[in-house]
């Protein structure tokens, strides 16, 4: 079973903006801490920004800190990441995560709190 599905990956030249979307199958309830990790080939998945639902508290690594926003629409179920002003080393492949515990200042970049991990979806950027 798929329980979460990402979408709007794509191509992009540097600068440009993309925004992703993560949708949860209707098997889950909606996750108390959504995030989004990424993975350039050769690297480890990195953590990238999460949200805890119905909050505005946000988390986000420092190399997208004022070019990324993560937002939800819980009444549908849908996260989203905006990404802005683009950089070459933004590209990877990113999956959209899903964990039923708020999250934390420290625990929200960890893969293992995570229950679920989407498919996910590519993003290319070109320098």
């Known amino acids: 079973l798929v329980f979460l599905t990402e979408s709007g990956g794509g191509s992009v030249a540097a600068g440009g903006s993309l925004r992703l979307s993560c949708t949860a199958s209707?098997?889950?309830?909606?996750?108390?801490?959504m995030a989004w990790f990424r993975q350039a080939p050769g690297k480890r998945r990195e953590a990238v920004a999460a949200?805890?639902?119905?909050?505005?508290?946000?988390y986000f690594t420092d190399s997208v800190k004022g070019r990324f926003t993560i937002s939800e629409d819980n009444s549908a179920n849908i996260l989203y990441l905006q990404m802005d002003n683009l950089k070459f080393d933004d590209s990877g492949v990113y999956y959209c995560a899903g964990g039923f515990w708020g999250c934390g200042e420290t625990s929200w970049s960890q893969e293992g709190k995570y229950g679920y991990l989407g498919q996910g979806t590519q993003v290319t950027v070109s320098s």
């Open positions: 949200i805890t639902t119905g909050t505005d508290l946000t």
């Open positions: 209707e098997d889950i309830d909606w996750p108390a801490c």
